[in-house]
Structure formats: C-alpha cells, structure tokens
C-alpha cells in the first residue's frame, strides 16, 4: 500500500511540473511575441521624444488623453517626456534613448531612426494624413517697431543686419528655414549659384547658430541678440502667448514644415506598450488634441479647427513643399551631409570671418 501510495504520489508530481513547465512556456511564447500578455498590468509607461517647440501642446494633451485612458481601461499611463533639437533627439533615438514614440520637425529624422532598424517600413501609411500630425512655416521676427525696415527674405543679407536661426546640424526647424531661404532664390526665378551666394551672405550675418529652435528664441529674446529671427510660425505664436510679442512677417514665398510622428517598433515590442502607444498616436489627430496643437501656434492638419481656435494664419503666395527639393533622401544629401551645401556655407563664412 505504500508502495502504491508514493507511486501515485510520483506521478500526480511529475504531472504538476508539466502543467506548470507549459504554463511558464507558454507565458514566455506570449512575451516574445510581443503580445504583452500581462492581465494585473494597471500602470503603464511611454517615453514620448519630441523636437523642442512642440512641449507646450503636449504639456496639454497628455493628461487629456491619459484621463481618457484611465476611463476607459482602467489602466493609468505614465507618459515620460524628452524635448530638443530634432537633429539631436534623433542622434538620442539611435544611441539608445528608448523612446516609445517619436514626434519629430521632419521625415528625414525619422527615416533615419527606420534605417537603423528601430522603426519599420511604412510607418507612413500606419497613420492619418502620412503620420504628418502638424504643420508651421517659416517666419521672420523683427524688434519693436522693425527699425531695420525688414519686409522679406532678401532683406537678411543687408550687412548691418544681425539673423538668429538654428543650426542646420542640430535643428530640424533649422533645415526647413535653410530650404525656404534656398527655394526663395531657386524657384523665383534664380539659379543655384546666385541661391549659394544669398544664403551665404544670410549666415554671414548669424553672430551664432543655437541648436534648436527654442534655443534661438532664447537667444533673441532673453538674450536680446540679434536684428531678425527666423524661426517656426508656431513658436513666434507661442512666444506672443507668453507676452513676448514682437512683430513678424510671413515671407510669400515659404515652404510647408510638415511634423511626423511614429512609433518606435523595436522598443514598444521590447516594452509590451504597443496598444497604448499606437493609442496615443491616434488620438493626436483627434479634434481636441488638433485644437491644443493649433492653440500653440501649429497649422493644424484640419484648417477648420484652425480657424475654429481664433488663430490668424496669413496665407501664403507660394508654398514650397519637400517634394520640390526632391525629397529629404536628396535634400540631406545635397544640402546637409558633410561636404554638402551647407558646409560650404560654413566654409565661406569661416574664411571670410
């Protein structure tokens, strides 16, 4: 009889760790999958990397959406947040800054994190509008009353004036405006030689390059250097929020800054945060978070909520877009890889200097 008792004593044993061997298999098979199977998980984390001037939407935006969340799954998400120059932030992205989400001043920036295998293949099309949540143009502030008389781009090469813009390297607002620059010569009329020559002699007049966008605002107006500021239309706005307002012209000829956001593939999947960050994303085409956006100075995609938000955008005689350059394959190649155009604008003015 107790012989018979440990043999049935051994065999329920043995059938015990099967189950429980499979149920940890199969647990694992669930995780590798990115499947995020966790069913107690009630709090949960994203870490948001976005380009600088776009802090004060998502400072609004994020407690609308994860009280939404929080009501409708009963889960609270934590959304960690990182904000500079696009140029820099993606430099973070590709060094190892886990970012579940990014939100950055253009494509390229993006493209750049897909190539290193962090984003897939079309993410383009994983969103409304292809993923482009906002959009601004470039404008030009002058001091209180514009004693320099300043009405358009060509006004920036007269010598006695002083130009505060981003650094191309480090800015991705800083790219648009150096295209807008380039495309006021190019496709007015002018060849590239005589665009060269233009925005050479603009950037001779740039006593220094901030890295991002903020930054040069920062530089302008608490700093007080400078005659004229180039820089987003949404930050001028913002800034005019915040009682820094200062007059400003909207060259007519401009380019369409048009600002992407994605997820980051590999680390949401690494982070079982998928269903929340593509969430997310989603709800910053909705109306309310396209009202915040518009609220802070951005196009908004939808011009009716634009409108709706009381914002006055002036219109634009001749708005550029990406696709005239090219696209940013090109554009990086021709304007902003080493040894490109904007190196020689560099070059020039570091030997003239």
């Not at 199969?26 to 009630?42: D, E, R, T």
């Not at 994020?62 to 820099?88: A, D, L, R």
């Not at 994303?281 to 196009?299: D, H, S």
């Not at 908004?300 to 708005?319: C, H, M, R, Y």
Request: glycine share 6%; proline share 4%.
């Amino acid at each position: 009889m107790v012989a018979g008792a440990e043999k049935l004593v051994s065999i329920w044993r043995r059938k015990f760790v099967y189950w429980m061997t499979l149920g940890i298999c199969l647990s694992s098979i669930l995780a590798s999958c990115g499947l995020g199977f966790n069913p107690n998980q009630n709090n949960i984390e994203l870490t948001l990397v976005s380009f600088a001037v776009t802090r004060a939407a998502y400072e609004n935006i994020i407690p609308q959406f994860t009280q939404t969340w929080q009501k409708e799954h009963h889960q609270n998400v934590i959304i960690n947040q990182s904000y500079g120059g696009s140029g820099s932030q993606t430099r973070a992205v590709l060094d190892g800054l886990d970012a579940d989400i990014v939100a950055l001043a253009l494509a390229l920036d993006v493209k750049k994190i897909q190539q290193a295998g962090l984003i897939e293949p079309g993410w383009e099309e994983e969103l409304p509008n292809n993923s482009i949540v906002h959009k601004s143009v470039a404008a030009i502030v002058t001091r209180e009353g514009n004693p320099k008389n300043i009405k358009n781009w060509t006004d920036l090469v007269k010598p006695e004036i002083q130009v505060i813009t981003a650094n191309p390297k480090t800015s991705g607002g800083a790219k648009w405006n150096f295209l807008a620059l380039w495309g006021s010569i190019t496709k007015n009329g002018g060849n590239e030689e005589q665009a060269l020559e233009f925005i050479t002699k603009i950037f001779q007049n740039a006593p220094v390059l901030p890295r991002d966008a903020r930054e040069a605002s920062d530089v302008f107006f608490n700093q007080e250097q400078g005659d004229a500021l180039i820089n987003y239309e949404n930050e001028i706005i913002l800034a005019a929020n915040h009682g820094e307002k200062l007059p400003y012209i909207v060259p007519e000829i401009n380019i369409s800054i048009d600002n992407p956001v994605a997820v980051v593939d590999k680390n949401v999947n690494k982070h079982k945060n998928r269903q929340v960050a593509e969430a997310f994303l989603q709800y910053l085409f909705t109306p309310t978070a396209q009202k915040e956006f518009a609220k802070v100075g951005f196009r908004s995609i939808d011009t009716a909520i634009s409108n709706e938000v009381g914002q006055d955008f002036p219109q634009v005689d001749k708005l550029l877009t990406i696709q005239d350059f090219g696209g940013w394959n090109q554009v990086q190649d021709k304007f902003f890889a080493d040894g490109g155009i904007f190196d020689k604008v560099e070059n020039a003015v570091a030997n003239k200097s």
